[in-house]
């Protein structure tokens, strides 16, 4: 082994370092991989000499900062912190550390990350001692957090365009509130994130937004409006012509954020390719919320309701979320994938497709119009797998004309997961009932079960099949419990609770009911 060439060593030293998880901003800086050095002088003189290995500063470590600098010469530092920790006790030294970096060593950096900015001023006594320096190695600048005052704002993009120069290199630029559209930093971008947590921040002209996005061409993921209204709302005019349309050929994903006016807007002045994962956020205000405009432009980009053009894609599986927000107003979230999930658990998988629209109106009828319209609107024809949920299990949220209406003509559709109050719905005839390990939602409790059941057996409405899986504390009693209230009842007769667990709860001595 000591015959590998230092380039193997140096990968394998990388791998090592990259696996015992160098560095998270859940818990810092880990060192443990520098146990490597101590096996013998020769992997010791190895390590030193690979300069890659000591590029990525631990600043929750001062002392190490110096040497590290040292270590990695002249190789691309990565730069990777919390902001909100510098001003925690004791931590001076690393505000000290940071600063230091960037006075001195911003010309190495190749990427900056800075969480947690929650006061403004924080940036701006980090860079404004920063003389102009040139970054040609800067690759990446993201630059998170909620300033926790209106009176804090500071422009982030006008204190990084003051302390760097040279940054043709710069393609993926997360910022928080700005008003700087015009700036070079924009230039040639492939990532783009603004957020804005403000509600004083100036919203850009039509012009200054469309042109940042022209200076773009290469774009790939653009996610704009986080937290608050940054997008320009439509004016009035004749509709875009070719001309003034920006076209985006490379955009893989699409976050949006605003009102709908807003949104439709943007959606109105770009072209992207119909691969590009889209996520859309809706405001509505007022009394008499409006998502005709908003469905019309969906059906544009699937104008077959059938395949998403281009590709042929479908969906497969959805997600339904109906929920309150406040005390009057009320959510419509739709998440949908392009394959047939086989788990009765949300996929991992980052949707194709997710909207959310929501208003402010003290009942559920535009509810159930939007999931209709929405749901008629997009490629659902194929439609393997539904998740159907609400939050609550004290009201029906969906009725069930709406859901009929919406999935009914779907003969593909095999699965429907239902959580919260649904189990009411008069069409259900049969049903799978699973205590996964892990859910999504709040799981839902058997007591609950069996007082739904036992309501639909007294309205005449009896289960006419139910499966037990997994379930945690039931028993043969419980069983005979449901089996009054449902026609047939079948058990895996699984107990999922270890034998400590049982005791512990005391198990045997209680009823689920």
């Known amino acids: 082994m000591s015959k590998l060439p230092l380039e193997l060593f140096s990968a394998i030293f990388s791998i090592f370092q990259r696996e015992t998880g160098a560095w998270s901003f859940e818990r810092g800086s880990n060192l443990e991989w520098i146990k490597v050095t101590h096996i013998c002088r020769k992997w010791r003189e190895m390590a030193i000499n690979s300069p890659n290995l000591w590029t990525r500063i631990p600043f929750d470590r001062p002392r190490w ?13 990565i730069v990777n912190d919390h902001l909100d920790s510098l001003y925690s006790k004791n931590q001076a030294s690393k505000f000290e550390a940071l600063k230091a970096v960037f006075q001195c ?12 900015a929650s006061r403004a001023k924080q940036l701006q006594f980090l860079l404004q001692d920063v003389p102009p320096t040139s970054v040609p190695r800067l690759q990446s600048i993201s630059i998170s957090g909620r300033p926790s005052k209106t009176s804090d704002f500071v422009d982030t993009i006008t204190l990084l365009e003051n302390s760097m120069n040279n940054t043709d290199r710069l393609r993926k630029l997360e910022v928080l509130n700005t008003v700087r559209w015009d700036s070079r930093l924009l230039n040639n971008l492939t990532h783009l994130t603004i957020s804005n947590d403000l509600q004083n921040v100036v919203k850009p002209s039509q012009a200054q937004f469309f042109n940042a996005l022209r200076r773009m061409p290469s774009l790939q993921q653009l996610r704009h409006g986080l937290h608050g209204s940054t997008i320009p709302e439509y004016t009035g005019g004749s509709p875009p012509t070719p001309t003034n349309v920006v076209h985006l050929h490379d955009l893989e994903s699409l976050y949006l954020s605003d009102t709908t006016a807003a949104i439709l807007n943007v959606l109105d002045h770009i072209r992207f390719p119909p691969t ?6 809706c405001t509505e205000k007022g009394s008499n919320p409006d998502f005709s405009s908003f469905v019309t432009k969906l059906q544009q980009f699937y104008p077959n309701s059938h395949a998403i053009p281009g590709e042929g894609a479908v969906i497969r599986s959805m997600c339904v979320i109906g929920d309150r927000t406040g005390t009057t107003g009320w959510s419509f979230e739709l998440l949908a994938w392009s394959f047939v999930s086989t788990s009765p658990l949300l996929p991992k998988t980052p949707p194709l497709l997710r909207l959310v629209l929501s208003w402010d109106y003290p009942n559920n009828t535009i509810l159930n119009k939007v999931m209709v319209d929405v749901c008629h609107a997009l490629p659902c024809r194929d439609l393997a797998v539904l998740y159907f949920t609400t939050a609550s299990y004290s009201e029906t949220v969906f009725n069930s004309k709406a859901f009929v209406d919406a999935f009914g003509s779907f003969s593909n559709l095999h699965s429907v997961y239902l959580v919260g109050n649904e189990l009411l719905k008069p069409f259900l005839r049969a049903l799978i009932y699973q205590e996964p390990a892990e859910c999504h939602f709040k799981a839902f409790p058997l007591k609950v079960l069996y007082k739904r059941l036992k309501q639909r057996s007294a309205l005449g409405r009896r289960l006419e099949g139910l499966e037990l899986r997994e379930c945690r504390y039931l028993d043969r009693n419980g069983v005979a419990l449901l089996k009054e209230h449902v026609v047939n009842v079948t058990w895996d007769g699984s ?11 005391g198990y045997r001595n209680r009823s689920p009911y």
Do not use: K, N, P, W
């Open 495 to 505: 107990d999922v609770v270890s034998s400590e667990e049982e005791e512990y709860q």
């Open 105 to 116: 060593h911003l010309s190495r950096v190749g990427e900056i990350t800075l969480r947690g």
């Open 276 to 281: 590009a994962a889209l996520d859309l956020s």
């Open 65 to 77: 900062t110096t040497e590290m600098l040292t270590r990695s010469r002249t190789d691309t530092l």
